[in-house]
C-alpha cells in the first residue's frame, strides 16, 4: 500500500460519522447533516447535549383560556393593534391562556407580549405592521446595536416578562416604505451618536419634531425568561429579526425568516441572554443569519453582561452574510456556544467571528460540529479590526495598541466533522497585533476551496486530519506563531503546496505526516 493510499485510509478512519468514499469527488458522498431547517420540526423537543451544562428544555403550558380577537371586536382592513394588546393584558391578568390571531389579513402597531400569554398565529394569519411611527410610540426600554436607550423597541416587544411565547403557522409582515424606514438613524455609529455618560431613561429617540429613531426590531423580548416562540414566518423586517435581550431560557424552534434584500436584517441575535436552544430554523437574511451579540464598547462595558450557553442545531442558514456569527458586539464575552448540525447553504460566510478594537470582550469556549457548507466567500473568517468607516483609525493593523478594558480577544474555538463543499477560503483570519486569535482548532474536515489559509496575528492553529482540495497553492501568515497541520492530505494542482511566511513572531510552524510532507517555502 502506498503512503498516499494509507494517509486516505486514515481520513476515512476519523470521519466515523458517515461513510465517505476519498475519490476524485468526495465531496459529493459527504451528506451529513440530515435533516435541517422548518421543514423538518418534530413535535416535541429531544434532549439537548452540549460540552457545558445545560437546563432542559421542554414546550410551555399555558391554561385553557382562548380569546379569538375576531370575537373582541377585530375586523380585517383596520387598525387591530388595540384588540390584540387589550385581549393579552385580559388573558395575562386571568392568569394566562392564549391569544389567537385567526385565519386573515390584520394591521397593528407595536405589540407588547405580557407573561403567561402564548400569542398564536393561525395558519393563514398575517400580521402586518405599520409604517407609521406614532404606531409604536411612546419610546421603549431597548437595546440597538448594542447601545441602551429609549426608542421603538420592536414590532413584538416585551420587557421583564416570563412565560410568554409566539407560535403558530402564521405569518408576521414588517413595515412598508414610510417614516419608520425612512427617519432612521444612519448619520454615523450608533455609539458616536449616543452619549455613553448620559442615563439611560434620558437617552430617548422617538422621532419628535422631524428627528430619527432607532429602527425596531422584529420581535425583542427584553429581560424575560421563559421565551418560546415557534413555527412563524417573518418577512421583510426594518432590522434584526428575533432578538432576545437579557433574557434566561429561551427557545426558538421552526421558524422561517426572510429579510433578503433589507440592510442589517440579522435572523436570530442572541444578546447578552443565556440557556437558549434554537432548533429546525430556516433563515434567508439580508445580513447574518444565526448571530451572538454581548453588548458594544463602553455601554456594553457597563452593563456587563455575558451571552452564554447556547445551543443552535438541525438549522438551515441560506443566503446571507454569515452562516453562524459570533460579534462584532462583544462586550459583555461570549462563552459557551455549541453549533451542531447545520446546514450553510448560499450564504457567504460559514464560521464568523466579528470583533473590534474598541468593542471590548470577545468569545470563549466556542464549538461547531457536523456543519456542511456550500459558501460564496470563505469557510472560517475572523474579522477583528474592521474598516476604518466604523472604527477609525482603530482599523489599522498597526501600530499595536496597549490593552486595555476595551480589548477584544476570540479564544479557545474547536470546529469537527466540517465538510465545506465550496468556499473562496477555508480559513481567513485577521486578528488584532496585541490580541491574536488563540486556540483554534479544526479536525476531521473534508474541504474543498480556492485557498486553504490567509492568516496574521493568531496564535495556536491546528487542523488535524483533513482533506484540502484547492486550486491555489500559496499560504499566507504574517505574525502567526503555534500553527500545526498534522495528517492533511492537500489535493492540490502539481500535488505541492506553498507557504510565504512574514512578521518577526511568526514561529513554530509545523506539518506533521502531511501529504506533501510540508509547502515550499517553509524553513
Sequence with gaps: MSKHLRFLVFILATLVCTQVVMGQTPLDTYTIPGDVGAAKLPEQIAPVKAPFPMPAFEKPVFPKLTIHIADKGASEGRMVTKTI???????????GGTVIIPRGVWKTGRISLKSNVNLHLSEGAE???SAEIEDYLPAVFTRNEGVEL???GALIYANGQENIAITGKGKLVGPPDGPLRKRYMNVNVIEKVVPADKPVQERVYEGKDGGFIFPPMFISPINCRKVYI???TLENTPFWNVVPVYCDHVIIRGITVRSVGVPRGDGIDIESSKNVLIEYCTLSCGDDCFTIKAGRGEDG????????????????AREGHGGITCGSETAGMIRNVYVHDCVFDDTDTGLRFKTRRSRAGGGENLVYERIRMILRGDAVKFDMLGSPQYVGELASRLPARPIDKLTPAYRNITARFILVQKARTFIDITGIPESPAANLLIENALVNARTALKASDADGITVRAASI??????????????MLFEKVYFNTPGKKMDIDVQGERSRNIRFVDCVPAKPDGLD
Design 85 to 95: 394588546q387589550a385581549a393579552i393584558d385580559e388573558v395575562s391578568k386571568k392568569k
Design 127 to 129: 400580521l402586518h405592521f
Design 150 to 152: 429609549m426608542s421603538l
Design 230 to 232: 415557534e413555527g412563524i
Design 301 to 316: 462595558v457597563r452593563v456587563n453582561k455575558p451571552t452564554e450557553n447556547v445551543v443552535i442545531r438541525h438549522c438551515l
Design 469 to 482: 482540495t484547492v486550486t491555489d497553492t500559496l499560504m499566507r501568515v504574517l505574525d502567526v506563531r503555534n
